[in-house]
C-alpha cells in the first residue's frame, strides 16, 4: 500500500527542460514569444547555466508566483562554450537517431497575427498555417532547431477579423513527448504521477492518438459539443503523449531520452508539496529511479524514469513547504 501522505491534487508540470547552443539568441527568441526571465542559476565550477523562462504578465495565469509554484516553464540549459562551437549541434528530438520529444506548444489569441509577427521578425517555420492538411497549426523553429507548436486558444473563433495578437495572453500550453506503449504510459502518468487525462485525440487513419494529461480538475474545463472536444488550449503545462500504433508490439523499438549524444531535450519536472513524503509515496511504488534524493551531491532533487525512459524531475515547490513565508 502506497504512503498518501503527499496530495498530488498540488503536484504542478512545473517546466520542460531543453539544452541550447547560445542563451543569448534563445532568449531572445522566447522573450520575443512574450516569455520572461524568472530565475537564473549560474554554475561556473561546473560551467553551466539555467534559465527559466515563463509567462508573466498581468494577464497571465502564474502571474507574480514563485518560479517552483508555476506550470508552465521552460527551463534553457547552456554548457559554456557550445556558442563557440562552429560543429556543436543540438537534437530536437523530431529525426532518428534522436527521435522522442517532440514540441512544445504556445497557444495563442491570433494564431494568423501571431504567425505573421514571427515569420516578419525573420524567423523560421517547420510548418506554416498554409502547410499540409492541418490548417489550425503551425510550427515555428527556434534558433536550435526545437519545434514550438503556435495553437489557437479559442478554435472556433474566427481570427482574420482581428489582425491583432497580444503576447501577453499567450500561454506555454503543453510539451509533447512520443511514448511507445500508449497503455502503460497513461496508467504510469496517472496513477504514479497522479495526472488527469483530460483529452484524447485518435487518428486512425493516420494511425497514431494524442493524449493530453496535466494536474487539473477535469470537471473544469469547458467542453465543446461532446465529450471528446474539451477546450485545452487556455491551460498551462499540459502533457501530450504521442503514440503510434504498432510500436508497442516492437521488441526492439526504443524512443530517446535525450540525454545520451546526441543531446537535446533533458527532462520534464514535476514540483511537488512535500519532497520527501511524495518520493517516499513513489519509492513505494516502485518506480525506476535515475537519481533518489539520496544520490549525489544535490539533495534537493530527485529524478524518475517514466516508461520510455524519459526523466522527470522531482523539486519542492517552495510556497508549499512547512515554515517557507512564501
Request: net charge negative; hydrophobic share 30%.
Amino acid at each position: 500500500m502506497a504512503t498518501m501522505a503527499t496530495d498530488t491534487s498540488t503536484y504542478k508540470l512545473n517546466h520542460t527542460m531543453l539544452r541550447v547552443k547560445d542563451p543569448k539568441e534563445s532568449l531572445k527568441f522566447y522573450e520575443f514569444l512574450g516569455l520572461k526571465l524568472l530565475n537564473e542559476m549560474k554554475f561556473p565550477d561546473n560551467k553551466f547555466d539555467l534559465y527559466f523562462l515563463g509567462f508573466d504578465s498581468s494577464k497571465a495565469t502564474n502571474h507574480g508566483k514563485h518560479w517552483t509554484d508555476r506550470d508552465g516553464i521552460l527551463e534553457l540549459t547552456h554548457n559554456y562554450g557550445t556558442e563557440n562551437d562552429a560543429s556543436y549541434k543540438i537534437s530536437n528530438g523530431n529525426s532518428d537517431p534522436g527521435r522522442g520529444f517532440g514540441h512544445v506548444c504556445i497557444s495563442v489569441d491570433n494564431i494568423i497575427a501571431a504567425c505573421d509577427r514571427i515569420e516578419a521578425a525573420g524567423y523560421k517555420f517547420q510548418k506554416r498555417l498554409s502547410d499540409g492538411q492541418m490548417k489550425t497549426i503551425a510550427f515555428a523553429l527556434d534558433p536550435d532547431g526545437y519545434w514550438v507548436e503556435l495553437l489557437g486558444k479559442d478554435p472556433g473563433k474566427p481570427k482574420e477579423v482581428d489582425k491583432a495578437t497580444d503576447i501577453e495572453t499567450y500561454r506555454l500550453n503543453h510539451t509533447m513527448i512520443r511514448v511507445k506503449d500508449a497503455e502503460k504510459s497513461l496508467e504510469f502518468y496517472k496513477n504514479v504521477m497522479g495526472m488527469h487525462l483530460l483529452r484524447t485525440i485518435k487518428q486512425s487513419e493516420a494511425k497514431f492518438n494524442l493524449y493530453f494529461l496535466g494536474y487539473k480538475d477535469s470537471n473544469t474545463i469547458p467542453l465543446g459539443d461532446d465529450e471528446s472536444s474539451k477546450r485545452t488550449g487556455h491551460l498551462e503545462g499540459l502533457l501530450e503523449l504521442t503514440w503510434n500504433y504498432g510500436t508497442e508490439s516492437d521488441k526492439e523499438f526504443k524512443y530517446y531520452d535525450g540525454n545520451a549524444e546526441p543531446q537535446g531535450f533533458g527532462h520534464i519536472c514535476i514540483s511537488v508539496d512535500d519532497i520527501d513524503k511524495a518520493c517516499n509515496r513513489f519509492e513505494d511504488l516502485k518506480v525506476n529511479w535515475k537519481k533518489r534524493l539520496t544520490d549525489g551531491r544535490m539533495k534537493n532533487v530527485a529524478f524518475i524514469l517514466d516508461p520510455d525512459g524519459y526523466w522527470i524531475e522531482v523539486l519542492q515547490n517552495e510556497t508549499l513547504k512547512p515554515g517557507s513565508g512564501l
